[in-house]
């Protein structure tokens, strides 16, 4: 017998596979290819070299915005990502420059140990566990809202990062600079080592998602807490743990982003924050939980950084400091986005 459905289902059909959540980030998309294409030309926006700039700007937002997903899908917030990447980057640059490692100022890292190397490279990641698990913990316990807590525990990092760094800048090992600089060359596409890590991070999550106890339980905690419990889901567990991903893949997008620039100081992940939400939000993730994936969150990621690479190619004649109006543009053209997305969306549904 045939699983085809018959004419009279296939309205039905099509709304459950095409929902209108997963359509409206992918014209948003288009939309601003299109846009791009026009202003920029098409022989210097669709070319090779700017997929190659948004693999590369894009692969430590696609990180970030990992751990973001599975947060939001909870009907949660994690406001702490950026200074987590930025605290996590610091304890490696400190910890690379102290005595027990080669790396130190002065001396050459071909005669670092493996294990010393093991725990400058594990150690900001059991750092960003701990700062995970205590924003979920808190969050669970004291029954505040979690912008709260990781508002609280973005000041707590960072502090940290000032006081152990004491403002200086610290070099990073060269495992992570290969890994946020280098790739391989496919013809005329320069594909970063960063962008595989990233898509490799978005197929585990994917798969925890879509294919496992636990990811059912991030929806159903995000879609119905109280109905959850009472069907057995230890929510406050999966509160805690999605908040712990989140720390966890916000630190390996500050360790790739701090080898990308060789160093770790600061000023950096400023808008990383913002930027991660932005993309997690533009992929038609529900900030009020329950609906939401990571293919949507990797459309959400390219559209953003679409958005970013095709207004630094834009060059308005007899317009003089554009670039400081970049900003203002850029948000302007995410509020119609979003506005678009939840339009079509709702349109759909």
């Given at each position: 017998?045939?699983?085809?459905?018959?004419?009279?289902?296939?309205?039905?059909?099509?709304?459950?596979?095409?929902?209108?959540?997963?359509?409206?980030?992918?014209?948003?998309?288009?939309?601003?290819?299109?846009?791009?294409?026009?202003?920029?030309?098409?022989?210097?926006?669709?070319?090779?070299?700017?997929?190659?700039?948004?693999?590369?700007?894009?692969?430590?937002?696609?990180?970030?915005?990992?751990?973001?997903?599975?947060?939001?899908?909870?009907?949660?917030?994690?406001?702490?990502?950026?200074?987590?990447?930025?605290?996590?980057?610091?304890?490696?640059?400190?910890?690379?420059?102290?005595?027990?490692?080669?790396?130190?100022?002065?001396?050459?890292?071909?005669?670092?140990?493996?294990?010393?190397?093991?725990?400058?490279?594990?150690?900001?990641?059991?750092?960003?566990?701990?700062?995970?698990?205590?924003?979920?913990?808190?969050?669970?316990t004291s029954r505040l809202p979690s912008f709260i807590i990781t508002l609280a525990m973005m000041f707590v990092c960072e502090g940290l990062a000032k006081y152990l760094t004491k403002s200086e800048k610290f070099n990073m090992p060269s495992v992570l600079k290969k890994l946020g600089n280098d790739g391989i060359w496919l013809g005329g596409l320069s594909i970063p080592y960063s962008a595989m890590m990233a898509v490799a991070v978005m197929l585990i999550g994917h798969v925890v998602l879509q294919?496992?106890?636990?990811?059912?339980?991030?929806?159903?905690?995000?879609?119905?807490?109280?109905?959850?419990?009472?069907?057995?889901?230890?929510?406050?567990?999966?509160?805690?743990?999605?908040?712990?991903?989140s720390g966890l893949t916000a630190a390996l997008g500050g360790l790739v982003n701090a080898g990308r620039l060789e160093s770790v100081s600061l000023d950096q992940n400023t808008e990383l924050l913002l930027e991660a939400v932005a993309c997690v939000v533009l992929g038609g993730t529900s900030l009020f939980g329950g609906e939401g994936s990571m293919p949507r969150t990797l459309i959400g990621v390219i559209t953003f950084t679409v958005l970013k690479v095709g207004l630094n190619s834009v060059?308005?004649?007899?317009?003089?400091?554009f670039d400081l109006l970049r900003p203002f543009v850029m948000g302007v053209v995410l509020l119609i986005a979003l506005f678009i997305n939840g339009r079509i969306a709702r349109g759909r549904d």
């Open positions: 017998m045939s699983n085809k459905p018959s004419e009279s289902g296939w309205n039905a059909w099509l709304r459950d596979r095409w929902h209108g959540g997963d359509l409206a980030p992918v014209v948003s998309l288009l939309a601003l290819l299109a846009i791009f294409t026009v202003l920029v030309g098409p022989r210097d926006f669709l070319n090779l070299g700017t997929a190659s700039l948004v693999l590369e700007q894009g692969a430590v937002l696609a990180i970030v915005s990992v751990g973001l997903t599975f947060v939001l899908l909870t009907a949660e917030i994690d406001l702490a990502v950026g200074k987590i990447a930025l605290l996590s980057a610091c304890v490696c640059g400190v910890l690379f420059e102290q005595s027990f490692a080669a790396g130190t100022k002065g001396h050459s890292e071909s005669g670092m140990s493996g294990l010393s190397l093991l725990a400058v490279l594990a150690i900001p990641f059991v750092t960003a566990l701990v700062a995970g698990w205590l924003s979920g913990a808190l969050t669970v294919h496992t106890r636990f990811g059912r339980y991030v929806y159903m905690t995000g879609g119905n807490r109280e109905a959850a419990r009472l069907a057995g889901v230890r929510t406050p567990r999966i509160v805690v743990a999605c908040l712990v991903i060059k308005i004649e007899g317009l003089t400091h």
